[in-house]
T-cell receptor, first 114, second 111 residues
Framework: NAGVTQTPKFRVLKTGQSMTLLCAQDMNHEYMYWYRQDPGMGLRLIHYSVGEGTTAKGEVPDGYNVSRLKKQNFLLGLESAAPSQTSVYFC?????????????FGDGTRLSIL | DQQVKQNSPSLSVQEGRISILNCDYTNSMFDYFLWYKKYPAEGPTFLISISSIKDKNEDGRFTVFLNKSAKHLSLHIVPSQPGDSAVYFCAASFRDDKIIFGKGTRLHILP
């Protein structure tokens, strides 16, 4: 059981570069989420999706874009990376909305912007 | 403004003793609460949850207590084991809305 898989696990970027983080889940979940975790902070929601072809903004969406072209994949893009986006990024999925359904998380992508 | 607060960044407990992790919230509309556990270099994993219509939920060594009047919940781990050393996140939600996470408490189980 792979669950939620995030690629890459680590990445170093220069300011202004772009990249895409990939999240894949094999549990046939409708809902998918992207979070960031910074030192001393909890998990903050960036964007989420309630189904294939849908996306919505979370708490800290600025500087990021997302796409959900296939049900099993949720992509997070940084068009022009900034040092403030240095963080650990977690993808999660759930069968229903996470309000009362536990989320399944990937192991994270550690991203450093120089 | 933090809606879910975990005021203790870290906690050390002797192996075999009880670990009590606390969480306070400000939004009285929250109706579902969850605890997640996170090991280094791994994603958070769901541990236990409680609905606002209950005041206690138990699962093996883990029990969550909810005090709605005080807007407070706690996670009890009895007995504490070395594998319980991790960061614990408290989270809350309202009517299937997105969940709000606390900043986490790092639990150290001492041998």
């Amino acid at each position: 059981n792979a669950g939620v898989t995030q690629t890459p696990k680590f990445r170093v970027l220069k300011t202004g570069q772009s990249m895409t983080l990939l999240c894949a889940q094999d549990m046939n979940h409708e809902y998918m989420y992207w979070y960031r975790q910074d030192p001393g902070m909890g998990l903050r929601l960036i964007h989420y999706s309630v189904g294939e072809g849908t996306t919505a903004k979370g708490e800290v969406p600025d500087g990021y874009n997302v796409s959900r072209l296939k049900k099993q994949n949720f992509l997070l893009g940084l068009e022009s990376a900034a040092p403030s986006q240095t963080s650990v990024y977690f993808c999660a999925s759930s069968y229903e909305d996470a309000g009362n359904q536990p989320q399944h998380f990937g192991d994270g992508t550690r991203l450093s912007i120089l | 403004d933090q809606q879910v607060k975990q005021n203790s960044p870290s906690l050390s407990v002797q192996e075999g003793r009880i670990s009590i992790l606390n969480c306070d919230y400000t939004n009285s509309m929250f109706d579902y609460f969850l605890w997640y556990k996170k090991y280094p270099a791994e994603g958070p994993t769901f541990l236990i949850s409680i609905s606002s219509i209950k005041d206690k939920n138990e699962d093996g060594r883990f029990t969550v207590f909810l005090n709605k009047s005080a807007k407070h919940l706690s996670l009890h781990i009895v007995p504490s084991q070395p594998g319980d050393s991790a960061v614990y996140f408290c989270a809350a939600s309202f009517r299937d809305d997105k969940i709000i996470f606390g900043k986490g408490t790092r639990l150290h189980i001492l041998p």
